[in-house]
């Protein structure tokens, strides 16, 4: 069964072990579902001060709800909207200190005061894009930019 691991080194040393991590859990799984619902909760338990974690899918030209750690969210999210819909068109990293200064922010969760975003890809094409809440203005750093980054890129080799 799968273990925690204790997490020591520099942050991006902890968020590549997060993502060997990442790669060992979901090796041999094929359902989206299963990957997904597994890396929200991962990256979840890793991450401090963090209010949401999870997946919008890009389906049916829109960003649908998918698998996530926190409490209810936007179901839907037109593309180019808010910070997920502008990762998810600009097909780049969103990181926003204060996103209550972000022209269209999409309020799902009062409570979030930051948000990192990170579209992910597969066989080329937008597949929909990782989001991550926080209620701590300017929560994430260049490194969290870095190392959420590249977990992003490790889920990809499983979708």
Same mark, same amino acid.
């Given at each position: 069964?799968?273990?925690?691991?204790?997490?020591?080194?520099?942050?991006?040393?902890?968020?590549?072990?997060?993502?060997?991590?990442?790669?060992?859990?979901?090796?041999?799984?094929?359902?989206?579902?299963?990957?997904?619902?597994?890396?929200?909760?991962?990256?979840?338990?890793?991450?401090?001060?963090?209010?949401?974690?999870?997946?919008?899918?890009?389906?049916?030209?829109?960003?649908?709800?998918?698998? =996530?750690? *926190?409490?209810? @969210? +936007?179901?839907?999210? #037109?593309?180019?909207?808010? /910070?997920?819909?502008?990762?998810?068109?600009?097909?780049?990293?969103?990181?926003?200190?204060?996103?209550?200064? =972000?022209? *269209?922010?999409? @309020? +799902?969760?009062?409570? #979030?005061?930051?948000?990192? /975003?990170?579209?992910?890809?597969?066989?080329?094409?937008?597949?929909?894009?990782?989001?991550?809440?926080?209620?701590?203005?300017?929560?994430?750093?260049?490194?969290?930019?870095?190392?959420?980054?590249?977990?992003?890129?490790?889920?990809?080799?499983?979708?």
């Amino acid at each position: 069964m799968f273990e925690t691991t204790d997490y020591k080194g520099s942050l991006l040393e902890r968020y590549h072990l997060l993502a060997k991590q990442l790669d060992a859990l979901l090796d041999g799984e094929s359902d989206t579902t299963a990957n997904l619902s597994n890396a929200s909760a991962l990256l979840h338990q890793f991450l401090e001060n963090v209010n949401w974690t999870g997946f919008y899918v890009w389906k049916e030209e829109q960003l649908i709800l998918g698998p =996530f750690q *926190g409490l209810p @969210a +936007c179901v839907r999210i #037109s593309y180019g909207k808010g /910070v997920c819909g502008t990762a998810a068109k600009e097909e780049k990293t969103m990181r926003v200190a204060d996103v209550h200064a =972000f022209p *269209g922010h999409i @309020a +799902c969760d009062a409570a #979030s005061n930051s948000e990192i /975003v990170v579209p992910l890809f597969k066989n080329g094409s937008l597949f929909g894009v990782l989001d991550i809440d926080s209620p701590d203005k300017d929560r994430f750093t260049s490194e969290d930019e870095e190392g959420i980054g590249h977990f992003a890129r490790t889920l990809e080799k499983h979708l």
